[in-house]
């Protein structure tokens, strides 16, 4: 009867606080991660929107192209108007 | 049942519900995570499906820059010379002679003011000197534009006359024309 008064003092004492406060750890690190994650989501999302205008980049490009034949036409011209030096 | 048996069973379902408690929140705050942890995988394949082609097209871009750079820098060395095609850009941005071209390198660039001609300095001044030009991008324009007049006074730095030069049949100096006969005076 002593060593079941004993098991259970253990119990009661040792072994519940104990598993109380592996778990309350386990809970608030896991719930620390969550603001992070959310954090890290939003900013995902915002740089994906900020990518929304790389399409331009096409017409962009387009223009550049446009551009040099410009130049090299009037580069053409004045290699043929001017003397060379 | 005997008092500790009651004990044990009060202690072992305390210790299960304390489990079930921390164990289902924990749960839940996973849950969470993943979800977010969805969302941002979500978002980063968006940005790299997005970014994919920037490389090329800035590749491009560049590409074409380059030729066009590199054909006007050799058109303006064939039309005006080395020495002279470095001190025109030497004169428009000051510093950019010892930098020189891409394809052509540099030389020494001669001073401006003394060899290049009216017309050249001209064109020089359509960059910094020119008043549309105060924002160059090399620093701020060499003319000033709101009092142009202070140019002027530098053609006489040391003594300055007071008063214009009188002209005409009674002016104190009498200046005989070129082509006037010295004989009949």
Same mark, same amino acid.
């Given at each position: 009867?002593?060593?079941?008064?004993?098991?259970?003092?253990?119990?009661?004492?040792?072994?519940?606080?104990?598993?109380?406060?592996?778990?309350?750890?386990?809970?608030?690190?896991?719930?620390?991660?969550?603001?992070?994650?959310?954090?890290?989501?939003?900013?995902?999302?915002?740089?994906?929107?900020?990518?929304?205008?790389?399409?331009?980049?096409? &017409?962009?490009?387009?223009?550049?192209?446009? &551009?040099?034949?410009?130049?090299?036409?009037?580069?053409?011209?004045?290699? &043929?108007?001017?003397?060379?030096? | 049942?005997?008092?500790?048996?009651?004990?044990?069973?009060?202690?072992?379902?305390?210790?299960?519900? +304390?489990?079930?408690?921390?164990?289902?929140?924990?749960?839940?705050?996973?849950?969470?995570?993943?979800?977010?942890?969805?969302?941002? /995988?979500? =978002?980063?394949? @968006?940005? !790299?499906?997005?970014?994919?082609?920037?490389?090329?097209?800035?590749?491009? !871009?560049?590409?074409?820059?380059?030729?066009?750079?590199? +054909?006007?820098?050799?058109?303006?060395?064939?039309?005006?010379?080395?020495?002279?095609? /470095?001190?025109?850009?030497?004169?428009?941005?000051?510093?950019?002679?010892?930098?020189?071209?891409?394809?052509?390198?540099?030389?020494?660039?001669?001073? /401006?003011?003394?060899?290049?001609?009216?017309?050249?300095?001209?064109?020089?001044?359509?960059?910094?000197?020119?008043?549309?030009?105060?924002?160059?991008?090399?620093?701020?324009?060499?003319?000033?534009?709101?009092?142009?007049?202070?140019?002027?006074?530098?053609?006489?730095?040391?003594?300055?006359?007071?008063?214009?030069?009188? /002209?005409?049949?009674? =002016?104190?100096?009498?200046? @005989?024309?070129?082509?006037?006969?010295?004989?009949?005076?």
């Amino acid at each position: 009867m002593t060593l079941w008064w004993i098991l259970d003092l253990v119990l009661l004492l040792v072994v519940v606080p104990v598993v109380v406060i592996l778990l309350n750890g386990v809970l608030s690190e896991a719930k620390s991660i969550v603001p992070s994650v959310n954090r890290i989501s939003k900013a995902a999302a915002a740089g994906s929107k900020d990518l929304d205008a790389v399409p331009l980049l096409l &017409t962009t490009q387009d223009q550049v192209r446009q &551009t040099v034949n410009l130049v090299a036409d009037y580069g053409g011209s004045l290699n &043929t108007i001017l003397d060379d030096a | 049942m005997p008092a500790p048996g009651v004990l044990l069973i009060v202690t072992v379902v305390l210790i299960v519900l +304390a489990l079930v408690f921390f164990l289902v929140s924990t749960i839940v705050a996973l849950k969470q995570i993943t979800d977010g942890l969805d969302e941002t /995988i979500a =978002s980063v394949v @968006e940005i !790299i499906s997005k970014s994919a082609p920037v490389n090329d097209v800035v590749v491009d !871009i560049n590409t074409n820059l380059d030729v066009a750079v590199g +054909a006007l820098e050799g058109l303006l060395v064939k039309k005006a010379g080395m020495v002279d095609a /470095i001190g025109l850009v030497d004169g428009l941005y000051p510093g950019a002679g010892a930098v020189g071209f891409r394809e052509q390198g540099t030389t020494t660039a001669p001073r /401006i003011s003394e060899v290049y001609t009216r017309g050249t300095l001209t064109l020089a001044r359509l960059g910094r000197e020119a008043p549309v030009a105060v924002l160059s991008p090399n620093g701020p324009a060499l003319r000033n534009a709101a009092y142009g007049s202070a140019a002027a006074r530098t053609l006489y730095p040391a003594d300055r006359p007071t008063r214009s030069p009188v /002209i005409g049949t009674d =002016s104190p100096i009498q200046y @005989e024309a070129r082509d006037a006969d010295s004989s009949a005076v």
